[in-house]
Nanobody
Framework: QVQLVESGGGLVQAGGSLRLSCAAS????????MGWYRQPPGKRRESVAS???????NYELSVKGRFTISWDKGKSMVYLQMNSLKPEDTAVYYC?????????WGQGTQVTVSS
């Protein structure tokens, strides 16, 4: 089992920045990849960024060049640095950890970008 706790969400003006943090605990050594997802109001949850244990990073097209995911394995922390935020980035952001066929989720943190 892996437990995830996100923090760092909030209200920011368009063009601003936020950094989300995710603290992982439990069997963190088993984790194959970690990532961030988001669910805008009235829409489905979507992948934003992912980071494999081998260092492969992927981003959803709309956030490329603006968001950066990083994984500090020593501290069992995953971060999402979000720059040049847009109103369409407004969503609940979830931390995800994947091990084999299992997915673990945090409780989510709200990010609201005002225009």
């Amino acid at each position: 089992q892996v437990q995830l706790v996100e923090s760092g969400g909030g209200l920011v003006q368009a063009g601003g920045s936020l950094r989300l943090s995710c603290a992982a605990s439990g069997k963190v050594s088993d984790i194959d990849s970690m990532g961030w997802y988001r669910q805008p109001p009235g829409k489905r949850r979507e992948s934003v960024a992912s980071h494999t244990k081998d260092g492969i990073v992927n981003y959803e097209l709309s956030v490329k060049g603006r968001f950066t995911i990083s994984w500090d394995k020593g501290k069992s922390m995953v971060y999402l640095q979000m720059n040049s935020l847009k109103p369409e980035d407004t969503a609940v952001y979830y931390c995800n950890a994947n091990w084999w066929t299992y997915d673990f989720w945090g409780q989510g943190t709200q990010v609201t970008v005002s225009s």
